[in-house]
């Protein structure tokens, strides 16, 4: 089972980037897909989630309005769209796959002018 994220770099304030997790290893079209992130010195929080099928997603409150994740399951990538990107979303930010228990290594985001 792995997890690769990319996408990630320095980004101004109110710029986007869209991180991609590609997942090999297990069906990933029968799982939900996670996005956490970590910032220096704080605990790793949920950023956003995405059903199996149907479509279903979940945002945390810090980024609703601003973030879609997203998954394609022809090509085994899950996608976070980050848009208005603000200096508080500098992160490490780690696709999870929580039915395998798989992470990934990590891709870092930051928001700085």
């Known amino acids: 089972v792995q997890l690769v994220e990319s996408g990630g770099g320095l980004v101004q304030p109110g710029g986007s980037l869209r991180l991609s997790c590609v997942a090999s290893g297990?069906?990933?079209s029968s799982y939900a897909m996670r996005?956490?992130?970590?910032?220096?010195?704080?605990?790793?929080?949920l950023v956003a989630g995405v059903a199996s099928v149907g479509?279903?997603?979940?945002y945390a409150?810090?980024?609703?309005?601003?973030?879609t994740i997203s998954r394609d399951n022809a090509k085994?990538?899950?996608?976070?769209?980050?848009?208005?990107?603000?200096?508080?979303?500098?992160?490490?930010?780690?696709?999870?796959?929580p039915g395998v228990s798989a992470w990934g290594?990590?891709?870092?985001?930051?928001?700085?002018?």
């Not at 956490?36 to 929080?45: C, F, H, I, L, S």
């Not at 409150?61 to 973030?67: L, P």
């Not at 085994?76 to 796959?97: G, I, R």
Request: hydrophobic share 30%; charged share 20%.
């Open 55 to 58: 479509g279903i997603t979940n």
């Open 35 to 45: 996005w956490y992130r970590q910032a220096p010195g704080k605990v790793r929080e």
């Open 26 to 28: 297990f069906t990933f």
């Open 105 to 113: 290594q990590g891709t870092q985001v930051t928001v700085s002018s």
């Open 76 to 97: 085994n990538t899950v996608y976070l769209q980050m848009n208005s990107l603000k200096p508080d979303d500098t992160a490490v930010y780690y696709c999870h796959a």
């Open 61 to 67: 409150d810090s980024v609703k309005g601003r973030f």
